[in-house]
């Protein structure tokens, strides 16, 4: 497997484009199964679980007609399998979005229980309780879950609690159901609009997204779907802690600042000097940072996927903060490797009190998922001497080369096999 070695201590300097978001670009790859044609989707990010889903599409009979850049081209006419296989779905949590687009295309689906980063449990029982009101038989049997569905009738739909993945797979659904859904406690993610938009582009009638309710009124069909996926926010995000870590001066560009407010807030709380325009963000070098407390919230709280690159940042901050998961229970673990390399960090269930430290120092360290790698990357860029990271595979799965991006603002950053 591959390692990240950093030399670290260096200020990044320059500017750095974010690409588009993966965990916008996803669900659109599901949806095109709701479509018979040429789907076109411009801004793809090229990282792992991109691929996954493409390969995943295409068992179900999808071809990919160009994968050119950042444009990809996939014809869904040939859709005809409604099982989608274990040994993909197993690797990635966001194939259950296959779940949907079956059975509003197919009447079938037969989908095994999905995988992904080792953060918590994430049941999708939320998902299942929607497809049940839909009219879907739903069984799960031996690891898969298998639905049936003559046709979905709309159906008022109330999520006991807030989920993005069901939010996205209940609206594709719903988009080919015969009459009205109206979906409650929806989640207002970014992408979760973004899908919204998208399928209306295509013919759909959603409204309200970005709001808790969402009501979406069934078509017969939907014509393919063609976007540009919107930049990722938490890609965005990570390189402004990273400048604000390294004490660097560092233009995040192609970002959507209103999509990270929550974040931008916490920073400037912190200390961190921000420039923001339209559709950048500039970190400016600044002192030592004042530690604050952060509470992870769906949006638009602060997101839970830049949890772990802010606890980075505070392991330097002056004082103590404390961080208050609240979205999954097992996301602390980059803690324990973070205190090797000299941070104080206390555990108590879900919540983290972190003593800010005058340095860290480089170590050899294990990334355990991919917001945890990010984090450890961006601790070893702050920290005196060197730090190896294994298991990187977790960063390919939604940061585009992140070493290389890094190395052109001045880390001193290389992979080996």
């Known amino acids: 497997m591959d390692k990240i070695i950093i030399e670290g201590g260096r200020p990044l300097q320059g500017e750095v484009t974010v690409g588009g978001a993966k965990n916008a670009v996803l669900p659109v790859l599901a949806a095109t199964l709701l479509t018979s044609g040429l789907n076109e989707i411009r801004g793809v990010p090229r990282v792992r679980d991109v691929n996954t889903m493409i390969a995943l599409l295409t068992a179900l009979g999808a071809r990919v007609e160009s994968f ?5 081209v996939i014809d869904t006419t040939g859709v005809r399998q409604h099982e ?7 690797t990635m949590r966001a194939s259950c979005l296959v779940l949907g687009p079956l059975l509003a295309r197919l009447r079938r689906a037969r989908v095994s229980l999905p995988g992904g980063c080792a953060i918590g449990a ?3 029982d939320l998902h299942l309780k929607g497809f049940r009101a839909l009219g879907a038989q739903i069984v799960l049997d031996e690891g898969y879950v298998n639905g049936k569905a003559y046709r979905l009738q709309g159906a008022h739909v109330y999520f006991d609690s807030i989920t993005v993945t069901g939010t996205a797979n209940l609206m594709m659904a719903a988009a080919l ?7 409650e406690n929806t989640a207002r993610e970014p992408e979760v609009v973004f899908l919204a938009d998208v399928l209306n582009q295509a013919g759909a009638k959603i409204s309200g997204q970005g709001t808790d309710v969402i009501t979406i009124q069934g078509v017969p069909v939907l014509k393919p779907l063609d976007g540009r996926i919107i930049p990722d926010r938490i890609e965005a995000g990570t390189y402004i802690i990273a400048g604000a870590i390294t004490g660097g001066e560092v233009e995040v560009k192609n ?21 923001v325009s339209a559709n950048a963000i500039q970190v400016k070098p600044a002192g030592r940072l004042n530690a604050v407390n952060i509470r992870t919230h769906p949006h638009p709280g602060f997101p839970t996927d830049l949890q772990a690159q802010f606890m980075a940042l505070m392991t330097l901050a002056g004082g103590q903060s404390v961080i208050l998961e609240n979205v999954f229970e097992n996301r602390f673990m980059h803690a324990a490797e973070l205190c090797r390399m000299g941070a104080a960090i206390t555990l108590e269930g879900h919540t983290a009190i972190v003593r800010g430290v005058s340095e860290l120092g480089g170590a050899p360290l294990m990334a355990t998922d991919l917001r945890a790698s990010a984090s450890l990357v961006l601790a070893a860029l702050a920290a005196r001497g060197e730090s190896v990271i294994s298991r990187v595979y977790h960063i390919d799965r939604g940061y585009e080369k992140m070493e290389q991006k890094l190395s052109r603002l001045g880390a001193s950053i290389r992979r080996v096999r």
Not at 177 to 183: H, I, M, P, S, Y
């Open 255 to 275: 970002c959507v600042p209103e999509h990270l407010e929550a974040l931008i807030h916490k920073l400037q709380e912190a200390g961190v000097v921000l420039q």
């Open 177 to 183: 159901a015969d009459g009205e859904t109206v979906l």
């Open 84 to 90: 989608a296989p274990y040994d993909l779905v197993s």
């Open 122 to 124: 994430r049941p999708i």
């Open 68 to 72: 050119e850049e950042d444009r990809l």
